[in-house]
């Protein structure tokens, strides 16, 4: 798990809207992620394009992300589903359906 390429984008909202009407490739799977620090204590990415599924569900991903008694909570959204994740400490700590609130 790693970025190709990860730097600053001065107008990254212009960049991702020619990205995503612009006809990709889609024969070598790829993920567009953009974050960035929200606090000192919170980041957010938001994962685009998930032409390779949905990195930021998978659950060693999470794992990693929650290490060493962090938290983080993935929100997948698609045509056909919806759901939110959550791990702690490096486990998966649950799933919430958002639209009937089960767990």
């Known amino acids: ?4 390429r990860p730097r600053p984008l001065a107008n990254a909202l212009d960049q991702l809207t020619q990205r ?8 070598t799977p790829t993920v567009l992620l953009l974050a960035r620090a929200a606090t000192a204590q919170w980041s957010i990415a938001l994962e685009l394009e998930g032409t390779a599924g949905w990195i930021g569900a998978r659950a060693h991903v999470m794992s990693r992300l929650s290490a060493a008694g ?3 909570c993935t929100i997948c959204r698609d045509p056909n589903q919806f759901q939110v994740l959550f ?3 490096g486990q998966p700590d649950g799933t919430i359906d958002p639209l009937t609130a089960e767990r």
């Open 1 to 4: 798990m790693g970025a190709d």
């Open 20 to 27: 995503l009407i612009e006809e990709l490739d889609y024969t």
């Open 70 to 72: 962090g938290t983080v």
């Open 87 to 89: 791990a702690h400490d």
